[in-house]
């Protein structure tokens, strides 16, 4: 099937919109080129009490739209929890506010609760000199690593606390809120991603998992230098390929849809694109991940998506590496990539397999 979005128009910031039986849909601003984000209310109504699902940043407009919310259509039922999907700052920035105001627990995986510690307290390996040393080995330019810097201080501001502690979710669980809400999770864009699922409604809450139009950022990291968190994330996109046509998917960003499926085979097919393109351009030759930035966005970027286009870059050539597609030579000055001569039919293959083989869609051997 095609992707099937709905046509509803999203709510106004500080107003709620039934969109499946016990789920509330609420519409944050971002002060981004991403100017949005969805966050959820689920809704006990028997027992007249509700959790949060992703909070937006924390930002003077969000409070007053939650407030809104809090005082207006949710007054007279009992908070219970502020569940987190990850540790984004449009997720988890209000999170401290929340569970203060609403006197009530974290509910997140310890993966993203204690990532999001680590970003917010600027710890090793998330400060500032880690940080530097590690993208300059990349051939970072002065610009791409005032990007990088720029971006940790943001999340700062998005996040200013956490909450002191948290009740930890985890795959496998299952979070009772009149509905029953199963919660998987999934590595790549962010170390151990939450998703919900309601299969007696058939919702599937895929928070920045699965997006509608857009691909979710997947970048390299300091904690795990040597990760393929690309590999990751196709691994965690090919376990939505169980949810069938009949699954509304509600997204963190863009519009809810049908066509779970249909989506992850767009997403595969726009990775094994770039992937094709970075082997096209290492063909024969050895380069930087920042050489690379401009085989994969070739427009002008913002400071801000600088620095998500280099750990995206990265990611892309990691999983070719991890793959035995490219070699990656490591001194004390620089790392590069590269590979040798190959002409197109090869490179389309290669593509295809190192996408495949992380999604566990092909044999890993021929
Ligand atoms: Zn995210």
Request: glycine share 10%; hydrophobic share 45%.
């Amino acid at each position: 099937m095609s992707l099937e979005v709905l046509d509803r128009e999203p709510p106004a910031p500080g107003s709620a919109l039934e969109i499946a039986p016990g789920v509330l849909w609420v519409r944050m601003p971002l002060p981004l080129a991403l100017d949005h984000v969805n966050l959820w209310i689920l809704r006990d109504e028997e027992k007249k009490r509700y959790a949060l699902l992703d909070t937006g940043m924390d930002t003077g407009p969000t409070r007053d739209a939650w407030s809104t919310l809090i005082e207006g259509p949710l007054a007279g039922e009992r908070a219970v929890a502020v569940i987190v999907s990850h540790l984004h700052p449009d997720h988890v920035g209000l999170a401290h506010w929340l569970c203060d105001r609403l006197g009530v627990p974290l509910r997140m995986t310890l993966a993203e609760y204690l990532g999001a510690c680590l970003i917010q307290g600027r710890s090793p390996p998330a400060d500032a000199a880690t940080l530097g040393r590690f993208y300059t080995r990349h051939g970072a330019t002065e610009r791409e690593l005032a990007s990088f810097e720029g971006r940790a201080r943001f999340y700062i501001r998005a996040v200013p606390r956490l909450p002191a502690s948290l009740r930890r979710i985890e795959a496998g669980k299952v979070i009772p809120l009149g509905l029953d809400w199963q919660v998987g999770t999934g590595a790549g864009h962010s170390p151990e991603h939450a998703f919900f699922h309601c299969p007696e409604t058939s919702v599937l809450i895929s928070g920045d998992l699965l997006l509608p139009t857009i691909s979710s950022n997947v970048s390299v990291f300091t904690l795990e230098p040597e990760g393929d968190p690309l590999g990751d994330f196709l691994a965690a996109l090919a376990r939505f390929l169980a949810f069938g046509d009949d699954t509304l998917v509600l997204p963190a960003h863009g519009r809810p849809f049908r066509g779970a499926r249909t989506r992850v085979g767009e997403l595969f097919a726009h990775h094994e694109e770039r992937l094709a393109r970075l082997l096209a351009a290492l063909s024969g030759s050895f380069a930087t991940a920042s050489d690379m930035v401009p085989v994969l966005f070739e427009r002008e970027l913002s400071d801000h998506e600088r620095a998500f286009a280099f750990g995206e870059t990265l990611a892309h050539l990691h999983r070719l590496w991890q793959a035995g597609f490219l070699e990656r030579r490591e001194d004390p000055e620089r790392i590069t990539f590269g590979g040798r001569r190959t002409g197109p039919d090869e490179i389309r293959h290669a593509a295809r397999r190192a996408v495949g083989i992380a999604a566990g869609i092909v044999p890993d051997q021929e």
